[in-house]
């Protein structure tokens, strides 16, 4: 008896919208003579909206929700959602999320191609700057610190070619990943290539004063059939001197650690490669290089369940069991502490000169818990604080001190994805890549959101963009900017408003060391 009302109760509910459709598509197709029309007269629309809002002067009502339906109030009528994976050019809710999403897209891509776009905070702008500069209100590092932000408000994208020795094959590869180096004249990249496993090397980056930017692949390129899972620069026998590399193994090769020199990458340096060796380490999530001098060429890996120490030169090793996956690190440069983040969400230190690596876990100096899994660490000069970033698309600053966040900032988004984090202290500027496929820019300051770049590409699983921020893209004669890497594609947004492919009318670059430039 019930199934019954269930089922009558079914077919009155499919009747009166099925009623509603028949009454707006015939006051959409006729005017009240009953002739064709454009759009429906006014005595259609006042006997319409009388119908729904019970007032002729009301706005019309929308349109009811059909469970399983959904209504396209362009076409103004109602479309089947199909579950997806036995259709053909299905109709989803997914789809329609992402259709919604690549507008959204579109329109503030068109809104940042503007030539005036809206201050980072209100009242905010150079002018203005200035003259509390002038008058002696403003100090020089507030001064810096705000024109940075009015600088990122203003910058506009431009494609960058990189020049290359096979300029007649240009890149088609996906950008998997991008790190610089501490000077950001060199870039480490990794792109996936299409016959699976991905490539490797270095892109030179020059700039000048004039305001020109230029970026130069190297001669020698690595392919690997294996994933690389996480790569940071290392400093052997200088600054910067090696890359760390961390792949995956597969099938029956283990996965492995290499500790390869730049110079490896180039035909043109003279000099001889140097200390080049490969680790037989499983599957590692992070890697983190120490500059501290007491743990001299020293490097920390992440894995499940265990961070491994690593001598580079004698091979010792420092085990350390843990409870969950290590997925980020950094070492602390004042001592030889290394800072880690895991999947359980928890984050430790561990202080290297402590002999005890018990199972009670007594080694681990600091503990604090984020409450997803952490994908990012990063310590800020003084040390005294730790920012943190998850898969709830949360990022905080804790103060290691007290074990306590002091600050939240709002707006990434992350579900699952192993997303880094991008701190430039001295402009005071915080950045993060989103899962949406953003790029924000915060105020590591007070966390005000002070501007979210749309992609150049539509968002994808596979099209999430990679950045680099830094006052001096280039060198020491460098530009300031951002960096941009997605799909096979390279942009630059520069501070510079009339920024060419060539030499602009700007002077000098913003630069933590000398006066910026308005």
């Known amino acids: 008896m019930r199934r019954e009302d269930c089922g009558g109760n079914a077919r009155r509910h499919l009747h009166r919208r099925s009623e509603w459709r028949r009454r707006v598509e015939s006051t959409d197709q006729t005017d009240g003579d009953g002739s064709p029309s454009a759009g429906p007269s006014a005595r259609a629309a006042e006997n319409t909206s009388d119908r729904f809002s019970g007032s002729s002067s009301g706005p019309s009502a929308p349109a009811p929700e059909l469970p399983g339906f959904y209504f396209d109030a362009e076409k103004n009528r109602y479309f089947r959602l199909l579950p997806g994976h036995n259709n053909c050019n299905p109709l989803t809710r997914e789809m329609l999320e992402m259709k919604e999403q690549e507008k959204k897209r579109s329109k503030l891509l068109a809104e940042d191609e503007q030539p005036r776009k809206a201050t980072p905070r209100t009242g905010l702008n150079s002018t203005l700057l200035l003259q509390k500069r002038h008058l002696g209100v403003l100090p020089p590092s507030s001064y810096c610190r705000l024109l940075h932000e009015v600088k990122v408000s203003e910058m506009k994208r431009h494609k960058l070619e990189v020049?290359?020795?096979?300029?007649?094959?240009?890149?088609?590869?996906?950008?998997?990943?991008?790190v610089a180096d501490s000077a950001c004249e060199r870039v480490f990249t990794v792109n996936d290539v299409s016959h699976g496993g991905c490539k490797y090397g270095i892109m030179n980056f020059h700039g000048c004063s004039k305001g020109s930017l230029s970026a130069e692949m190297c001669d020698n390129l690595y392919f690997t059939n294996r994933k690389v899972n996480s790569v940071c620069w290392a400093s052997v026998t200088h600054s910067d001197s090696h890359v760390l590399l961390c792949l995956v193994g597969i099938s029956q090769t283990p996965g492995c650690v290499s500790l390869l020199p730049a110079s490896l990458f180039s035909n043109s340096n003279p000099d001889q490669p140097g200390m080049l060796c490969s680790f037989k380490i499983s599957t590692a999530w992070s890697c983190a290089w120490c500059l501290n001098p007491q743990a001299d060429k020293t490097f920390s890996t992440g894995l499940s369940r265990h961070v491994i120490v690593t001598d580079a030169v004698t091979g010792r090793r420092q085990?350390?069991?843990?409870?969950?996956?290590?997925?980020?690190?950094?070492?602390?440069?004042?001592?030889?502490?290394?800072?880690?983040?895991?999947?359980?969400?928890?984050?430790?230190?561990?202080?290297?000169?402590?002999?005890?690596?018990?199972?009670?876990?007594?080694?681990?100096?600091?503990?604090?818990?984020?409450?997803?899994?952490?994908?990012?660490?990063?310590?800020?000069?003084?040390?005294?604080?730790?920012?943190?970033?998850?898969?709830l698309g949360k990022i905080k600053l804790w103060d290691v001190r007290v074990r306590r966040t002091v600050r939240q900032y709002e707006g990434h988004h992350n579900e699952y994805a192993y997303l880094p984090l991008h701190l430039s202290e001295p402009e005071g500027l915080l950045l993060a890549v989103g899962q949406d496929c953003y790029t924000r820019l915060w105020s590591l300051g007070d966390g005000h959101l002070l501007r979210t770049i749309p992609s150049p590409h539509p968002a994808g699983k596979n099209s999430i963009p990679n950045v680099v921020f830094s006052s001096q893209l280039g060198g020491r004669t460098g530009l300031p900017g951002l960096l941009m890497a997605v799909c096979h594609d390279l942009y630059y947004y520069p501070y510079n408003s009339d920024y060419q492919e060539g030499l602009t009318s700007e002077g000098p670059a913003v630069s933590p060391h000398s006066k910026p430039v308005i």
């Not at 928890?346 to 984020?370: H, N, P, T, V």
């Open 319 to 391: 085990m350390y069991s843990t409870a969950s996956d290590v997925l980020a690190q950094q070492f602390a440069l004042r001592d030889p502490v290394l800072f880690n983040g895991c999947r359980s969400g928890e984050i430790f230190s561990i202080d290297l000169r402590q002999r005890s690596r018990g199972r009670d876990q007594s080694w681990k100096a600091c503990r604090m818990q984020q409450g997803s899994a952490v994908t990012a660490v990063r310590l800020l000069q003084d040390e005294n604080y730790l920012l943190a970033a998850d898969m």
């Open 163 to 178: 020049q290359s020795s096979e300029s007649s094959s240009p890149n088609t590869d996906n950008f998997r990943l991008i």
